[in-house]
């Protein structure tokens, strides 16, 4: 008797098994496939990131040296596009001096060009207004 109670205990087993496995493996797949994380100090994308690679159009943008952008904090060149300030990369080919606009706050030019992983590419600056 004990005998027949065992082998239904066993089958009972076996037939939840047989349920609550495939349900347990499917939950752990699906919790693998979307991992989730949290940050406890997220931070924002700078602003450079947010500016795609594009041509710029001529246009007036605002000049500073970066020594007065927060987010640079060192002397050079820098051009605003869509809001972000981006290193002017070929301002020497351009005639600008290291640090063109150090001490005047911010300038209005006439500039065209294009945007190539984060720096700005001068096609044509009018530095008189």
Same mark, same amino acid.
């Given at each position: 008797?004990? *005998? $027949?109670?065992?082998?239904?205990?066993?089958?009972? $087993?076996?037939?939840?098994?047989?349920?609550?496995?495939?349900?347990? +493996?499917?939950?752990? +797949?699906?919790? /693998? =496939?979307?991992?989730?994380?949290?940050?406890?100090?997220?931070?924002?994308?700078?602003? *450079?990131?947010?500016?795609?690679?594009?041509?710029?159009?001529?246009?007036?943008?605002?000049?500073? /040296?970066?020594?007065?952008?927060?987010?640079?904090?060192? /002397?050079?060149?820098? $051009? =605003? $596009?869509?809001?972000?300030? +981006?290193?002017?990369?070929?301002?020497?080919? %351009? #005639? +600008? &001096?290291? %640090?063109?606009? /150090?001490?005047? &706050?911010?300038?209005?030019?006439?500039?065209? #060009?294009?945007?190539? *992983?984060?720096?700005?590419? @001068?096609? @044509?600056?009018?530095?008189?207004?």
């Amino acid at each position: 008797m004990t *005998d $027949i109670v065992h082998r239904q205990q066993v089958s009972a $087993i076996l037939l939840a098994m047989k349920f609550i496995l495939p349900l347990a +493996l499917s939950f752990t +797949l699906v919790a /693998c =496939s979307s991992e989730v994380y949290f940050d406890e100090h997220p931070t924002q994308p700078s602003e *450079d990131a947010l500016v795609s690679d594009r041509t710029v159009l001529v246009a007036e943008h605002t000049v500073k /040296c970066g020594c007065v952008i927060d987010e640079v904090g060192h /002397c050079g060149n820098y $051009i =605003s $596009i869509d809001g972000a300030f +981006l290193p002017i990369a070929n301002g020497k080919d %351009m #005639g +600008l &001096g290291n %640090m063109e606009w /150090c001490g005047q &706050g911010a300038v209005s030019i006439q500039a065209a #060009g294009s945007v190539q *992983d984060g720096a700005f590419i @001068a096609t @044509a600056l009018d530095t008189d207004g």
